[in-house]
C-alpha cells in the first residue's frame, strides 16, 4: 500500500480551513498532519519536516504565506508547497513562484481540482488554476504595445518615474526625490501601466525598451 501525503493546511479563516481539513481526512491518498491559522504556528510544529505538502494561503496575521514558503523552502527544500489564496495580482503570482512554490490556486477551485492538483504536484507536476495560468503565459509574451510611441505618450514626469523604478526604487523613494506624495506616485504609475498595456513592474523591467530613455 503506498503511503499517504502527509498534508498541513495553514488557513486562518475557520470555516475554510474546517472544510479542507473535513475533506482531505475522508481521503485515503492524504493524511492531514497539521492544521494551523498563521505562519507562527506552523514554524512552531515539531514534525513541519515530515511533511510531504503544504497548502498555504497568502494572506495570513503575522508573517505572509509568500515569506513562510521562503523560510520552509530554504529549510525543507522537498517540502512542496501549493498556494491557495484569493489573489489573482501578478506581484503576488510572481513572489510565490521566486519563494519555492510548487503551485498556484485560487480558492475559487473545486475540492476535486485542488485534490487533482496537489497529486498532480506529488507526481512532479506544478498546479495553476487556469486564470493564474494564463497570467503567467501572457506576462513572458513580447509586448507589442511596448514600442517608442507607447513611451513616448508619457508626460516628462511619468517618463522620470519610469526612471527611478527602473533604478529599483520603491514609491516612498521615488515620492521623496520627486518632492510629491506617495498616493500621486501610485496615481502615476496606474496611468503608465495602462498607457503601456501592463500590469506590474515585473512587466515594465522585462519588457521596457530602455534605450528609449535618456537622462
Same mark, same amino acid.
Given at each position: 500500500m503506498t503511503d499517504k501525503i502527509k498534508l498541513g493546511i495553514l488557513e486562518d479563516v475557520n470555516v475554510v480551513r474546517t472544510t479542507l481539513s473535513d475533506f482531505f481526512e475522508n481521503d485515503t491518498k492524504f493524511e492531514v498532519s497539521t492544521l494551523a491559522c498563521n505562519a507562527e504556528e506552523l514554524l512552531e510544529y515539531e514534525e513541519v519536516h515530515l511533511l510531504d505538502q503544504l497548502l498555504c494561503d497568502i494572506s495570513l496575521p503575522g508573517k505572509s504565506g509568500i515569506e513562510l514558503t521562503w523560510i520552509l523552502k530554504n529549510k525543507y527544500p522537498d517540502l512542496q508547497i501549493v498556494m491557495f489564496t484569493v489573489y489573482e495580482e501578478d506581484d503576488k503570482i510572481f513572489d510565490a513562484i521566486r519563494s519555492g512554490a510548487d503551485g498556484y490556486l485560487l480558492k475559487r477551485s473545486s475540492l476535486i481540482e485542488l485534490r487533482k492538483a496537489l497529486l498532480d504536484v506529488k507526481a512532479g507536476g506544478s498546479a495553476m488554476s487556469p486564470a493564474i495560468a494564463r497570467r503567467v503565459m501572457d506576462f513572458f509574451k513580447p509586448?507589442?504595445?511596448?514600442?517608442?510611441?507607447?513611451? &513616448?505618450? @508619457?508626460t516628462d514626469q511619468e517618463k522620470q518615474i519610469v526612471l527611478l523604478i527602473l533604478e529599483g526604487h520603491n514609491n516612498r523613494v521615488i515620492a521623496d526625490i520627486m518632492c510629491i506624495s506617495v498616493d500621486t506616485i501610485k496615481y502615476h504609475i496606474k496611468k503608465i501601466y495602462k498607457r503601456l498595456q501592463i500590469n506590474s513592474? &515585473?512587466? @515594465?523591467?522585462?519588457?521596457?525598451?530602455?534605450?528609449?530613455f535618456s537622462k
Open positions: 509586448k507589442a504595445s511596448m514600442s517608442a510611441s507607447g513611451v &513616448e505618450s @508619457l513592474r &515585473e512587466e @515594465l523591467e522585462r519588457n521596457l525598451p530602455r534605450d528609449l
